[in-house]
């Protein structure tokens, strides 16, 4: 069957965010049209190419790129498709697939605290959002309400009405943290899209501890359920679809979208509202591939703000021995966290953050620590069951500030249909470097709390990336200085629109799915408001709740 | 699909298992020191020297009483046909563990130390049945998952990744 040439509203990208606003349009009657690069993946295909992957470690093995939409890969080797232009790395990793980055992901679906969105005024630093979080917490709790997110009251960020669901059952290994850390630090549930009982015809965990790189259960949200439910309210989804040009007309507004098949034959669709949601690094590189004679430095790009303000958010960690058996690694990935250090006065000075307790099994590096120190014999399985039963790792969480010269740009490198490559330009600055290293007395404190013996720090100078694709096409009131406003309109292309973690203007310290859903979800209402607000959404949960 | 004989046993494993010319083979292969840290290889029977050799290195090595036969014989060939050498190096190792007899918890330095040409196989082995993967870098191939033996020696306490725990909230619990 051919695909659609037109809809009311064409949609790039069939991750999580855009085929949520997706389902709000479709859901109001809209002809939806959604563009995928990636081909479809399957469940069970994606749990079988983990188990059968020799690299256990790399999450991102199950994901191999297709060739005509490439995304990174940077184990067993860099392929070179993000391209660094330094000065320091930035390796993100992200899928290009129907489903999109969220095949893999923590699931951890926080709200941002309502400082976060303010932090120019109370700070003096970074930028305002255009929005407060009073504005955003209707959309929060959409968001949540779809998605089934569990989350416990003690987060710092308020909330007017409940949880869909009570917080997943804590495992042993963070109740040990939990009760021995208290009262010095408040170790909180994290608020994740994981179901703690059944949940829109999904089941509860049963803890398989592979949320990454992918739930086998369907008991975490994933984008691939974002699109189903897209494509039950009517949306259509062309995977395969390397959209490569977006056309304008003569007054601006976009006229239509062009993109390849694999075999690079060319296809036009029109469409009367334009929704870009390709991620924080594809959307960009879509907009500058789209220069006309009109528009030379890219479209929604006047302000020359398209790409920059690249935002992340690095880690330090701390990994040791605590004096007690724990054995990470029984139930889901990313159970608990650390709030209280995510606002401050603080913040004038350096970044603030979130400290993080990984529950992932430490089986397959404490195996690789000793094979590396060449442990033997019976010694092997006796050290590997005590320093897999004790060792734990956190990490902080730390706000990256918009700088313009953190940014995706085109690089001259083609990807094999001849697009130009991402090139990203990236630096930790000193801010975030201070918070960094307040935040070695917390680790310094836990790890003594914990009776923690062969404390191994991260490498001085050395940041882990979180994959939470920042800023690049961020919001805001004024034209000159942001590429979307507070409804994630483009500022020139009054029928463009822009949904994902790319609009969001500053990183805060949390992942930034959630926050990009909702704000999503606001765009889709922008576009086309809901006959009766809500009514689909909070339907779901009720539904839930009877079950 | 491998053909069955007529008791049921596949080709591949014919042999008569209580043969005691293949039982005696491993035992040959193992002085009194080797033969002290895997008693049980006396019992363990193995087609041919080269299979015999790797037998003796990897009880060794991993320091398990004992070592499921047709995860050996899958790991060897797959050792095998990553480095076509390897049947004579692991020879070569266990010779030189059964003439100097190096402790398996200094073998790796000694190697190390000396340049040893073997040094890399105690890791290749021990990568193969721990973590059940043979190889490195784009040749790098799984050959075990569930069955790989760091699964295995944490087995009553967690699941490999991807396997449920348990129903929901079973993991609230003490562990052991």
């Keep these: 069957m051919a695909a659609p040439a037109s809809a009311d509203i064409v949609v790039i990208g069939a991750g999580i965010v855009g085929a949520l606003a997706a389902r709000r349009l479709a859901q109001q009657g809209a002809s939806v049209l959604i563009l995928e690069a990636g081909p479809r993946l399957e469940r069970a295909r994606i749990v079988a190419a983990f188990r059968n992957s020799p690299l256990k470690g790399n999450w991102m093995a199950p994901y191999p790129p297709s060739p005509w939409a490439p995304h990174p890969i940077y184990v067993p080797k860099d392929n070179g498709y993000l391209v660094q232009a330094g000065p320091y790395p930035y390796p993100a990793e992200y899928i290009r697939a129907v489903g999109g980055t969220t095949w893999h992901w923590a699931a951890q679906a926080w709200r941002l605290v309502p400082n976060d969105v303010r932090i120019r005024s109370l700070y003096g630093v970074g930028v305002d959002w255009p929005l407060s979080y009073e504005e955003l917490d209707p959309w929060y709790q959409e968001a949540e309400e779809i998605l089934g997110v569990a989350g416990a009251d003690n987060t710092g960020s308020p909330r007017q009405h409940p949880f869909p669901m009570a917080p997943v059952a804590e495992p042993w290994s963070m109740r040990r943290v939990r009760e021995r850390l208290a009262p010095t630090y408040a170790v909180v549930a994290n608020t994740v899209a994981r179901n703690s009982r059944g949940y829109d015809g999904r089941p509860a965990c049963v803890g398989n501890n592979s949320c990454q790189p992918i739930c086998p259960v369907n008991a975490q949200y994933l984008g691939i359920n974002a699109v189903e439910s897209a494509e039950a309210a009517g949306a259509k989804v062309v995977p395969n679809a390397v959209v490569y040009r977006i056309e304008h007309d003569a007054k601006g507004r976009i006229a239509a979208v062009h993109y390849y098949a694999p075999d690079k034959s060319e296809h036009r669709v029109t469409g009367k509202t334009f929704i870009l949601a390709a991620n924080g690094i594809e959307s960009p590189k879509l907009l500058l591939l789209s220069a006309s004679s009109t528009y030379p430095n890219g479209l929604a790009n006047r302000s020359g703000m398209v790409g920059r303000h690249l935002m992340d958010h690095p880690s330090t960690s701390l990994t040791f021995y605590a004096d007690e058996e724990l054995w990470l690694g029984r139930g889901p990935q990313s159970p608990s966290s650390i709030n209280t250090l995510r606002d401050g006065a603080f913040r004038s000075r350096h970044a603030p953050y979130r400290l993080d307790f990984t529950n992932i099994s430490q089986v397959l590096n404490v195996t690789n620590d000793l094979i590396r120190e060449g442990v033997y014999g019976a010694e092997f399985e006796k050290q590997l069951r005590w320093r897999a039963a004790r060792q734990i790792n956190v990490k902080n969480v730390l706000e990256v500030l918009p700088n313009p010269d953190n940014r995706i740009a085109l690089s001259s490198e083609k990807d094999a249909m001849g697009i130009p490559k991402p090139e990203a330009h990236y630096a930790i600055d000193d801010y975030t470097r201070r918070g960094a290293e307040v935040s070695k007395a917390d680790f310094a404190k836990i790890a003594e709390l914990m009776g923690g013996t062969g404390l191994r720090y991260s490498a001085e100078g050395h940041f882990a990336n979180n994959q939470h694709i920042t800023g690049t096409l961020s919001m805001g009131n004024d034209p000159a200085s942001s590429v979307v406003d507070g409804f994630g309109r483009t500022h020139d292309h009054e029928n463009l629109f822009v949904c994902g973690t790319g609009v969001m203007p500053t990183a805060a310290t949390m992942n930034s799915t959630l926050t990009a859903v909702a704000l999503a979800l606001r765009t889709a209402e922008h576009i086309l408001p809901a006959k009766q607000a809500h009514a689909a959404t909070t339907h779901a949960g009720h539904e839930a709740d009877r079950a | ?176």
């Design chain 2, 1 to 176: 699909m491998m053909a069955l004989d007529e008791s049921g046993r596949t080709a591949a494993n014919h042999a008569d298992p209580a043969d005691p010319s293949r039982r005696r083979l491993l035992v040959g292969l193992l002085t009194a020191y080797t033969a002290s840290l895997i008693p049980w290889a006396l019992a363990q029977e193995v087609p041919d020297e080269q299979r015999g050799a790797f037998m003796a290195l990897s009880a060794i090595l991993v320091g398990r009483p004992s070592l499921d036969a047709t995860q050996a014989t899958r790991t060897y060939d797959a050792l095998v046909a990553n480095d076509a050498r390897f049947p004579a190096d692991a020879q070569a190792l266990l010779a030189l563990i059964n003439e100097r007899h190096i402790d398996p918890l200094q073998l790796q330095a000694t190697l190390d130390n000396e340049h040893s040409p073997l040094a890399p196989l105690p890791r290749q082995i021990m990568r193969a049945w721990v973590l059940g993967v043979v190889g490195s870098g784009d040749s790098a191939r799984c050959i075990a998952y569930e069955s790989a033996l760091n699964a295995v020696m944490v087995a009553d306490v967690l699941k490999p990744p991807t396997y449920a725990y348990g129903s929901y909230g079973s993991w609230s619990g003490k562990p052991v």
